[in-house]
């Protein structure tokens, strides 16, 4: 196979792995503005917040990861209550362009704080998964298991809304 050939392959792998990711992420903020019909644009920093969480409880507390990763949830969950019951309930029946600037306000407050609090550095949680042969192409183990944890994600969320009563 030629070079050029096998980087191409290569690039649409990885990019359908990332995808996949993505599409997760993007599935919660379709969530948020199509069912509930809420202008939200912080919601990449309730995601940061949430990664912050993960970080200090493994890396610098010592948890598990699993239980470092369900205690994030935890607090994602109850910061996305506090800021629906304080910042979005209030603007609720207000125009789209309302809910827009206050919710933009709370992306531009969350993110100086966590660069106050945290910095600025790059931070890992020391996980390192090896890279993927096939055949002469790679590819990152960490970005397959991210991919089947999205799967999942995806699956999980299609049956809830759809076979079940909260959905």
């Known amino acids: 196979m ?6 191409l392959l290569e690039a649409i792998l990885n990019g359908l792995l990332l995808g996949g990711l993505l599409a997760l992420l993007s599935l919660g903020l379709n969530l ?3 069912v509930i019909d809420v202008v ?8 940061m917040c949430g990664m912050y969480a993960v970080y200090y409880l493994h890396v610098q507390y ?4 699993i239980a470092a990763m369900a205690a994030a949830i935890v ?3 109850v910061l996305g209550v506090i800021l629906h019951q304080f910042v979005i309930r209030p603007v609720l029946a207000a125009e789209p362009i309302n809910q827009l600037l206050v919710t933009g306000g709370v992306l531009f407050f969350l993110q100086a704080a966590a660069t106050l609090v945290f910095g600025i550095e790059f931070r890992n949680l020391g996980v390192t998964l090896p890279s993927i042969r096939l055949g002469e192409m790679s590819f990152s183990a960490a970005r397959l298991v991210a991919f089947c944890v999205a799967l999942a994600g995806m699956l999980g969320m299609y049956l809830f809304l759809s076979r079940t009563y909260l959905g």
């Open 40 to 47: 939200w644009i912080c919601y990449a920093e309730l995601i």
């Open 32 to 34: 948020v503005f199509g």
């Open 75 to 77: 607090v994602v969950a």
């Open 2 to 7: 030629e070079v050029f050939d096998i980087f």
């Open 62 to 65: 010592h948890w598990p990861l």
